[in-house]
């Protein structure tokens, strides 16, 4: 009994589809994009998003045209043009998410028009407010932050999402960017501490080392220069750029000789 109405509807879905014209213009674009024939495939998606606005398709083809734009032909602002028309006309749709990140993204990674990334990312929390990757969008917006040089918000940002993301994946990291904003602010007491908060809370987290080189850091700005020597020591042979200890070494050595402790 339960089967019948499920059977009705993928009838009629797949009457609906074959009655509606766009469906072969876009199995054309797909199968262009398939071959990577680019032209093609933005041709008979751009026909189906246009001419056939009504189609169940429209979206999809929007969001296959703006990825094609964005990721293959670089071309940022057509890219730009498809993200925000899927928005726009098709507010509800399976790709609205994705294709309101991807515009943000672009403006982030590409533009690097930071303040036009954080209104992009902040639509997205405004509009899907319970979407499961809204704490990648929120770290996105940290960063964008960051960037500018507003290191006070961009702390704001980063624990935010400790408050309301506590199970994510990205908790570590933000532990150690809160450190590492803190300490480009120079509340290296702060600092020093969440750095050691890092280490302690996720002792397997790649951000150790770093973790380990931020409390040097700070140790140096706040005189405790053979401390800071020791902590350097110990990352020997263990942090990614030995050229970069090795410099901290000698300069904090040289410190020590010059003071005469």
Same mark, same amino acid.
């Given at each position: ?30 199968? &262009? ?48 043009g498809a993200f925000v028309e899927l928005g726009h006309s098709f507010p509800d749709s399976i790709f609205a998410f994705d294709a309101g990140k991807s515009l943000a993204d672009i403006y982030f990674e590409k533009l690097e028009d930071f303040n036009a990334a954080v209104v992009e990312y902040q639509k997205l929390i405004r509009m899907f ?24 918000? &961009? ?72 401390? &800071? ?33």
């Amino acid at each position: 009994m339960i089967l019948r109405p499920l059977l009705c509807i993928l009838l009629f879905t797949l009457i609906s589809c074959s009655q509606d014209p766009s469906q072969k213009i876009f199995q054309k674009a797909e199968a &262009a994009l398939d071959e990577k024939r680019y032209a093609e495939a933005v041709e008979n998606y751009r026909k189906v998003a246009v001419e056939y606005k009504e189609s169940i398709l429209a979206p999809r083809a929007l969001y296959r045209l703006g990825m094609i734009y964005f990721h293959v032909l670089r071309d940022y602002q057509k890219a730009i043009g498809a993200f925000v028309e899927l928005g726009h006309s098709f507010p509800d749709s399976i790709f609205a998410f994705d294709a309101g990140k991807s515009l943000a993204d672009i403006y982030f990674e590409k533009l690097e028009d930071f303040n036009a990334a954080v209104v992009e990312y902040q639509k997205l929390i405004r509009m899907f407010p319970s979407h499961p990757g809204l704490d990648a969008v929120r770290y996105r917006i940290a960063q964008c932050y960051s960037k500018m040089g507003d290191l006070y918000q &961009a702390e704001i940002e980063y624990r935010s999402i400790l408050k309301n993301y506590p199970a994510s994946s990205l908790v570590p990291e933000v532990h150690y960017q809160i450190a590492s904003t803190l300490y480009l602010q120079g509340k290296t007491e702060e600092a020093r501490t969440a750095y050691e908060e890092t280490i302690e809370k996720f002792p397997n987290s790649p951000f150790i080392v770093d973790a380990e080189m931020g409390i040097a850091n700070c140790l140096e700005e706040e005189g405790e220069l053979r401390e &800071a020597l020791s902590r350097l020591e110990g990352l020997k042979g263990r942090y990614p750029q030995p050229d970069i200890v090795r410099h901290k070494i000698d300069r904090i050595t040289a410190r020590i000789k010059k003071r005469g402790l």
